[in-house]
């Protein structure tokens, strides 16, 4: 004898596998926006970075004995770079006389290695940091 339609129990089980699904698919989904956000602020960051260390480039290329240029550590805060007020980035310059110095320009003047850092905040995951640096010799 056939039955047509499905039992209480048959209909119980399929929402309860269907419920699991969902809220796996839901976990996941608040994973995914996480991750999202964290590649988007580390590529701000990685520009924000690169963007300084053309700026100190280009300044070399012109002047190699440009204010810019002089060693140590210099800090723009949290709120103070302009078009990115939730990111810190910290610039280091450092005279160099000795390798990986070479070439007659370098032999005679030196070379700077630069260091750029960029910090930002997320959330509970805390501060992050994204850093380049490069070591640039004066023209001929």
């Known amino acids: 004898m056939g039955t047509r339609g499905s039992s209480l129990v ?5 929402t309860c596998v269907l419920s ?6 839901a976990g996941g989904l608040g994973y995914a926006a996480r991750a999202i956000e964290i590649g988007r602020r580390e590529t701000i960051a990685f520009a ?3 963007e300084r260390l053309e700026l100190l480039r280009a300044a070399a290329a012109r002047d190699w004995s440009a204010p810019v240029l002089s060693a140590g550590t210099t800090r723009e805060d ?12 910290d610039t280091t310059i450092v005279d160099r006389t000795a390798p990986p110095c070479a070439g007659t320009a370098a032999e005679s003047k030196g070379c700077k290695a630069m260091r750029v850092t960029v910090a930002y905040r997320l959330g509970l995951l805390g ?3 994204a850093d380049l640096w490069t070591i640039v010799t004066p023209r001929p």
């Open 10 to 14: 048959e209909v119980l089980l399929a």
């Open 48 to 50: 924000l970075a690169e």
């Open 78 to 89: 949290y709120g103070t770079i302009v078009s990115a007020p939730t990111f810190r980035r």
């Open 20 to 25: 699991v699904g969902l809220v796996a698919l």
């Open 127 to 129: 501060e992050r940091t």
